[in-house]
């Protein structure tokens, strides 16, 4: 059953360490996609930026979706063949299409180091340009095998 949003720390801890994401969005009408995704988690806002991994079109469909429709959908799931360590994670919320320069200074001081940190293939980049979705947590619903 979802929960009105307060993050546990075995729920940041599980955002923090996980690597990939999927991000669910969908159009004005309702036509839903369905992505990986890089992630932090930002206070308590997750936030992706774009970056220069190879993309097709000029907008992104994930972009476009938010500006049309801001209710989005994030799932972080792990698997193994031992089923006893199996858990998911589902966080629902709105997302909003930033620029750099629209995030305070703290934040912008503190989001390229976090992505940085997280992942290696950041070390080079120029955050300063880029647009990133950032997501407000509404709620959380989340399972593991051993109901932990």
């Known amino acids: 059953m ?12 599980l955002l923090s360490n996980q ?4 991000l669910a969005t969908s159009t004005a009408s309702g036509e ?21 991994k190879p993309k097709s079109g000029s907008t992104l469909r994930r972009v476009r979706n938010i500006r ?7 799932l972080i799931d792990h698997y193994e063949d031992e089923w006893t360590a199996l858990w998911w994670l589902l966080i629902r919320g ?7 320069e629209d995030f305070s200074k703290q ?3 503190k989001i390229p180091g976090a ?3 997280k992942y290696q293939q950041y070390k080079e980049f ?5 647009t990133f979705i950032s997501i407000n947590i509404e709620t959380i619903s989340s399972w593991r095998f051993d109901n932990s």
């Open 2 to 13: 979802p929960t009105k949003f307060e993050l546990s720390p075995a729920q940041r801890e």
């Open 19 to 22: 690597p990939i994401a999927r």
């Open 32 to 52: 839903p996609s369905l992505i990986p995704i890089t992630f932090i988690l930002s206070g308590d806002r997750i936030v992706i930026v774009i970056d220069d």
């Open 68 to 74: 049309e429709n801001s209710f989005v959908a994030i």
């Open 94 to 100: 709105t997302g909003e299409i930033n620029e750099f």
């Open 107 to 109: 934040q912008q001081s």
């Open 115 to 117: 992505f940085r940190k």
């Open 126 to 130: 120029s955050f300063t340009d880029r």
